[in-house]
């Protein structure tokens, strides 16, 4: 799929996600969700759980209905690649560049922001059920990777919006 340029802006995407890591934490507590979730399917639970909430949306202009299980699951295993990209790695580019071509995507098949990010916050919930069953190091280490899991969506909805919104500017230019 054919995007237009990729989250162009004066700072490197490092550097903004930096912008959100007041503590020093956000790097390595996003790592340690990666393992945590790396078990049992963790990931793909997560995936299940985004796509599930997408097609049960009217506004994504896909129910369940209208893909097979082996599509579903497909996508599912799509979606958790995606969300573990951005645990084990959260400020490298790879995952942005999918948030950006996830959001173009939909767009271009009339599927409003807002579905997309009323979804993730499925997968972000699951994420958090995943941790709060998988954590070993007491409340204090639960409340960090609550505070990233949070740090991280932002994060992901600020990339999306944003790169929507330059899409819009320069349309509205031409």
């Known amino acids: 799929m054919k995007t237009t340029m990729l989250a162009p ?3 490197d995407f490092a550097e903004r996600v930096r912008e959100y890591d007041w503590d020093g934490e956000l790097v390595g507590y996003a790592r340690r969700i990666a393992a945590l979730l790396e078990p049992d399917d963790g990931w793909l639970q997560v995936g299940r759980s985004f796509l599930d909430r997408y097609c049960s949306l ?3 202009g896909l129910a369940h209905g209208d893909i097979s299980t082996s599509t579903f699951e497909e996508r599912a295993a799509g979606c958790a690649l995606y969300a573990k990209l951005k645990f084990d790695d959260p400020l490298g580019t790879a995952w942005r560049d999918r948030a950006i071509v996830h959001a173009e995507h939909a ?3 009339g599927v409003p922001i807002a579905t997309q990010l009323a979804a993730l916050t499925r997968a972000h919930g699951r994420t958090l059920e995943l ?5 070993t190091e007491g409340e204090s280490a639960l409340r960090l990777y609550a ?8 994060i992901e909805a600020e990339v999306m919006t ?3 919104s330059r899409i819009d500017e ?5």
């Open 9 to 11: 802006e004066a700072r």
């Open 58 to 60: 009217p506004a994504s």
């Open 107 to 109: 767009r271009k098949r």
């Open 131 to 135: 941790i709060a069953e998988r954590n």
């Open 147 to 154: 505070c990233v899991v949070q740090r991280l969506a932002t």
């Open 162 to 164: 944003a790169h929507l």
């Open 170 to 174: 320069e349309a509205a230019r031409h």
